[in-house]
Each structure stands twice: as structure tokens, then as C-alpha cells.
């Protein structure tokens, strides 16, 4: 499976400001991945990131709250606008392969203050 | 109804038993099924995938399905300590392949 780095790993914010998280996966691969994971809590998924086009949200999540990049098919950064405490989680970006299955990133640990 | 609902845990069982972790899923045109661990501050591994009805047996983890009731389930046979950990059903839904987790089971195995 991709090895898949992701930066921060955790980061400590103020409320009102705005995280990048990057996500770099060492192969090229066509289907990458947002997640959530917010205190004691399950995996939600935030979006698809595209490549070479704009972002697919899940009900939900808007572009304006957590802007997509996808720059080509190694990397995505996610960003957290306008933070708030609610904000507080921790982001896992993931990747599919051709079967399906999803890998995951070592994730970043948000704490808003 | 939740899209994908897994047995409310926590779950404890000792050491060399078997854990049953079950899954059931809302859609019926889903057509794959995974399960992950989750230790403790890290992120999900997988464990297990599975597409076609019955069973699928890796090592100490079986994982069994059956679309016509919606049930997806994993099986832990001679149980360690360091099985402990949550464990994620997910289904995948639509043409995009998004994963739909479930809830989690946080399993316990005792010494």
C-alpha cells in the first residue's frame, strides 16, 4: 500500500484563524480522501479530493469552511477557516486503490482554543 | 435508521476467546465492506475486506457477509491483548467509492 505522510501532526490554534494540513502519498494515486474525527467519535467524511477540479463535499461540509486543493496525484492540502473550538478533531486524509480500500494518513491532531 | 450501525460496545472478552464484532448497513446496492483498527491516537489500519457473501478467513480474523440481511461481521479467534483496540465497519457507497464508517466497538481483551 502508498505511504502516506501528513503535516502538522498536530497543532494548537486560536479561534478565528485558519490550519493547512498537507497530505503527500508516494505514489500517484487516483482517489484521495478527507476525513474527520472529532473527541470519542467515528470517522466522518468531509470530501473527495479531486484532481484538476473543484472538491465533492459531503452534506454538511461546505467549500467556503474547508477549502480542497489538489494540486496533481501525490498531494492534497485541506484548510480549516475561521476556526472555532467545534473545530477541534483530528483530520485523516486517505486514499483508494483499485480494489476500493482505503488507506489512511498518521492524521492531525486540531485542538482550537 | 443509521447507514451503517455496529454492536454498541464496549465489548470485553478474555484472552484466547473469540470476539464477535458485528456490522449491518441501510444500502442495499452497496457491494463492499471493510473493517479497521484503531488504537489509541493513531489512525485506522485495515484489517479486513470483503465483497462477496460468506466467509473470508486471514489468519486469526474472519469477516462474514450476507448482502439479503445487510450484515457484515468480524470474527477474532484466539484473542490477544494486543487485539485490544477499537474496531470501524465501513461500507462504501456510490460511484465515487466514499466509506461510510460505523460507530466503532471498543474491544478489551483481558489477560
Known amino acids: 500500500s502508498a505511504v502516506i505522510s501528513q503535516k502538522p501532526s498536530r497543532d494548537i490554534c486560536q479561534r478565528g484563524t485558519s490550519l493547512t494540513i498537507q497530505c503527500q502519498v508516494d505514489?500517484?494515486?487516483?482517489?484521495m480522501f478527507w476525513y474527520r474525527q472529532q473527541p470519542g467519535q467515528s470517522l466522518t467524511l468531509i470530501a473527495t479530493?479531486?484532481?484538476?477540479?473543484?472538491?465533492?463535499?459531503e452534506s454538511g461540509f461546505v467549500i467556503d469552511k474547508f477549502p480542497i486543493s489538489r494540486p496533481n496525484l501525490t498531494f492534497s492540502t485541506l484548510t480549516v477557516s475561521n476556526m472555532s473550538p467545534e473545530d477541534s478533531s483530528i483530520y485523516l486524509c486517505?486514499?483508494?486503490?483499485?480494489?476500493?480500500?482505503?488507506?489512511f494518513g498518521p492524521g492531525t491532531r486540531l485542538t482550537v482554543l | 435508521q443509521k447507514e451503517v450501525e455496529q454492536n454498541s460496545g464496549p465489548l470485553s472478552v478474555p484472552e484466547g476467546a473469540i470476539a464477535s464484532l458485528n456490522c449491518t448497513y441501510s444500502?442495499?446496492?452497496?457491494?463492499?465492506f471493510f473493517w479497521y483498527r484503531q488504537y489509541s491516537g493513531k489512525s485506522p489500519e485495515l484489517i479486513m475486506s470483503?465483497?462477496?457473501?460468506g466467509d473470508k478467513e486471514d489468519g486469526r480474523f474472519t469477516a462474514q457477509l450476507n448482502k439479503a440481511s445487510q450484515y457484515v461481521s468480524l470474527l477474532i479467534r484466539d484473542s490477544q491483548p494486543s487485539d485490544s483496540a477499537t474496531y470501524l465497519c465501513a461500507v462504501e457507497r456510490g460511484s465515487a467509492r466514499q466509506l461510510t464508517f460505523g460507530s466503532g466497538t471498543q474491544l478489551t481483551v483481558l489477560p
Open positions: 470483503i465483497y462477496s457473501n
Open positions: 505514489s500517484q494515486v487516483t482517489m
Open positions: 444500502d442495499r446496492v452497496s457491494q463492499s
Open positions: 479530493a479531486n484532481q484538476g477540479s473543484e472538491a465533492t463535499y
Open positions: 486517505s486514499v483508494g486503490d483499485s480494489t476500493d480500500t482505503q488507506y
